[in-house]
């Protein structure tokens, strides 16, 4: 099964339009943490958030904007007024326990292309 | 600049034959991973090394291997090269050892090309 699943595989907007990018989980962990990365065209991962599992709150930073359930497992990332340099492949990621290996990985949805128009 | 440095940025190559990646962490970072990304298989983890020692293991084929020197550089060869290993090769850092302890940083990419 999917563990990290973003549904939208692309999504395009005019500038200046509000946009949500999906984000839903399944782990079995009750401590897990919660990752949102930026692919801009030059093709580097850029860190946006990470978030634990036990912090439901909703955090805004600028124009960007996370929304944490636990009770749906959704983590979903809005951009208020987009811009042109929002074009970009956004990815959600989970950090897993390996089962009986004692260590810890990130696992990556397939992400979401966004593109912003002028 | 994620202060998260690889070399080469393109690596182009035939079947059959072996490469090595180079990845420099951030200063001060203990933590270095190693990730593919491949059109059909998305961004997948390949191993963590911490502070000179293997902590974690993904994805990884056995034709691939990977260390991590005292000053904490990394290296992945890849061997026996197929088509299908045609990729972009991502090293991240971070400074805690548990992977979702911390934000990792990425670097670059080395893109690898096998014909």
């Known amino acids: 099964a999917q563990k990290v699943t973003q549904a939208q595989t692309e999504i395009s907007v005019v500038e200046k339009e509000d946009v949500t990018l999906d984000c839903v989980y399944e782990?079995?962990?009750?401590?897990?943490?919660l990752f949102w990365y930026k692919q801009p065209p030059s093709g580097e991962l850029v860190f946006l958030i990470r978030?634990?599992?036990?912090?439901?709150q909703n955090e805004i930073s600028g124009r960007y904007s996370w929304n944490f359930q636990k009770s749906t497992s959704s983590f979903n990332f809005t951009i208020t007024a987009s811009q042109v340099v929002d074009s970009a492949v956004y990815f959600c990621?989970?950090?897993?326990?390996?089962?009986?290996?004692?260590?810890?990985?990130?696992?990556f949805g397939t992400g979401t292309r966004l593109l912003v128009s002028p | 600049d994620s202060g998260v440095t690889q070399t080469p940025k393109h690596l182009i190559t035939a079947t059959g034959q072996r490469v090595t990646l180079r990845c420099s962490p951030r200063?001060?970072?203990?933590?270095v991973y190693w990730y593919q990304q491949s059109l059909d298989q998305g961004l997948q983890f390949l191993i963590q090394?911490?502070?000179?020692?293997?902590?974690a293991k993904g994805n990884i084929l056995e034709r691939f291997s990977a260390q991590q020197f005292p000053d904490l550089h990394s290296e992945l060869n890849l061997s026996s090269l197929e088509l299908g290993d045609s990729a972009l090769y991502f090293c991240?850092?971070?400074?805690?050892?548990?992977?979702?302890?911390?934000?990792?940083?990425f670097g670059p990419g080395t893109r690898l090309t096998v014909l």
């Open positions: 200063s001060g970072d203990l933590s």
């Open positions: 990621a989970l950090s897993e326990w390996g089962m009986n290996t004692g260590f810890q990985k990130l696992v």
């Open positions: 090394y911490y502070n000179g020692e293997e902590r």
């Open positions: 978030r634990n599992s036990f912090d439901e």
């Open positions: 991240a850092s971070s400074a805690q050892e548990i992977a979702g302890d911390n934000e990792q940083f």
């Open positions: 782990t079995r962990d009750t401590t897990y943490y």
